[in-house]
């Protein structure tokens, strides 16, 4: 099918973390007008940390869009011109004092492509080892969880782990094995 044309776009608001614009586009089925809403967002990592002795470091923090504790791997925001390799390493250690012997990137996703410009670059650490008790920032409420790896399954399964992107960098773990 032949592309969408944007013909006008007005900025709704700038809110720190993202930007929300409205969009108005000419279909190239019948030359009519739709309007779209966009979230700008910087680019997300998120990293699946692994000890030398087959732990999976997990955190759980307060998240304001469900009003709850969520448990998940370490990830943030990447800053302007920052490698989301780099970025993934940062977040890691902020978030759990861990650092990854080695990473490995896993490949990018698009969190929400319908109304979202960003993507999630995920990351497999290996051979983590704890530097110090993290440093998160004054607004995460994170504390940090060690399970077996063995027992991500059944946090998937039984879900205490939800988080859509969480479960994105899992299966491309996954993937990645078989491969």
């Known amino acids: ?20 614009r409205r969009d108005w586009m000419l279909s190239p089925l019948d030359g009519t007008e739709h309007a779209r809403v966009v979230l700008e967002a910087p680019d997300w990592v998120n990293i699946i940390p692994r000890t030398r002795d087959g732990q999976v470091v997990l955190v759980r923090q307060f998240r304001f869009g469900v009003d709850a504790n969520s448990l998940e791997i370490p990830g943030g925001v990447t800053e302007p011109g920052e490698d989301p390799l780099l970025a993934a390493e940062r977040e890691l250690e902020e978030e759990t004092g861990f650092k990854a ?48 790896s063995a027992d991500v399954a059944r946090l998937i399964a039984s879900g205490q782990i939800t988080h859509s992107l969480v479960l994105c960098a899992f299966m491309l773990e996954q993937l990645r094995s078989k491969a």
Not at 112 to 124: D, G, K, S, V, Y
Not at 138 to 148: A, F, G, N, P, Q
Request: aromatic share 6%.
């Open 1 to 20: 099918p032949s592309p969408w044309r944007r013909i006008r776009s007005v900025a709704h608001g700038d809110f720190q973390v993202l930007r929300v």
């Open 101 to 148: 012997a080695r990473v490995v990137p896993l490949g990018a996703v698009h969190p929400n492509p319908a109304i979202q410009t960003n993507r999630c670059h995920c990351f497999l650490a290996l051979d983590c080892e704890r530097l110090h008790q993290g440093r998160p920032e004054s607004t995460e409420d994170i504390s940090v969880e060690l399970y077996d």
